[in-house]
């Protein structure tokens, strides 16, 4: 049995290959991006099919609030990039192969394929929002949307000189006279 991860867990890492033939890690997207993990079964299901393109068509919206999306699946690379490529999908989706779906809490019946799972994690590498199982990603992504516009800035830890001395160059480069 795995254990299920709550929101204020910090996210378990992983590094997995994508289907843009790199690997990714969870660490290294983080630092720049919230992340949102869509973890799913069979990629040749309908229901999986309608959530990734629904995904595709939010990227733009939860690209303006600084999130990117990954899929995850335990089907076979060659499989999700024909997905990928009959989808148009332009986010990653990651080979799972060393199943660390189950760190997550996802776990496959007996038979059949593991419900979809949504995971909204934050720049500090902890969940900030969970639907495990997922019953809608459109539902999910305006959920998400809305606990993205409660985060706060990525400037929000800086110590305030920094941003003062940031803040003061930005206004005295714009107001100082060009000289000749």
């Not at 289907?19 to 997207?29: A, H, N, Q, S, Y």
């Not at 335990?74 to 989808?87: I, P, S």
């Not at 305006?142 to 941003?163: A, C, D, K, M, N």
Request: glycine content about 4%.
């Amino acid at each position: 049995m795995t254990e299920k991860l709550f929101v204020g867990d910090e996210a378990p890492n992983f590094d997995l290959t994508s289907t843009e033939d790199v690997v990714l890690m969870l660490c290294d997207e983080v630092p720049r991006m919230a992340v949102v993990l869509y973890f799913f079964g069979d990629a040749a299901d309908e229901g999986v099919r309608q959530d990734l393109t629904m995904l595709a068509e939010s990227q733009d919206r939860l690209a303006e609030k600084r999130a990117v999306i990954l899929g995850v699946s335990h089907t076979k690379l060659a499989a999700l990039k024909q997905v990928q490529k009959e989808l148009a999908l332009r986010f990653p989706l990651l080979f799972d192969d060393r199943k660390f779906g189950a760190a997550y809490g996802i776990e496959a019946p007996e038979e059949g394929e593991p419900a979809p799972a949504l995971f909204l994690v934050d720049r500090d590498r902890k969940i900030r929002w969970q639907a495990n199982p997922a019953t809608s990603a459109q539902a999910g992504v305006e959920e998400i949307l809305s606990v993205l516009t409660r985060q706060p800035s990525q400037t929000y830890h800086y110590p305030s000189s920094v941003v003062n001395r940031v803040v003061d160059w930005w206004i005295n480069k714009i107001r100082r006279p060009r000289t000749a």
